[in-house]
């Protein structure tokens, strides 16, 4: 039986489907695959599928906390008044 690892090669867009169901497959770790937020379309057998980040999904989410923190602070600071 063959196995077929591809790790950390910052390889991105969608995974062949060839791979899905692939028993012997580690491609998730070090990778940026995208995939939905159930995680439904990831390999079924890869050991990184429970863990995995899909794509830009965690940058996405600090980006826009971080972005809503800094429009709540610019409309506080547009009701302080200078005295």
Not at 9 to 25: E, M, Q, T, Y
Not at 58 to 79: G, K, Q
Request: hydrophobic share 35%.
């Amino acid at each position: 039986m063959h196995k077929f690892a591809l790790s950390s090669n910052r390889i991105s867009g969608d995974i062949p489907k060839v791979l899905k169901n692939s028993l012997n497959v580690t491609i998730l770790d070090g990778n940026l695959f995208s995939c939905k937020y159930d995680k439904s379309d990831l390999p079924k057998y890869d050991p990184m599928r429970d863990i995995y980040s899909c794509g830009s999904n965690s940058y996405n989410l600090s980006y826009f906390i971080w972005l809503s923190l800094l429009s709540i602070n610019i409309n506080h600071l547009d009701h302080i008044s200078i005295s």
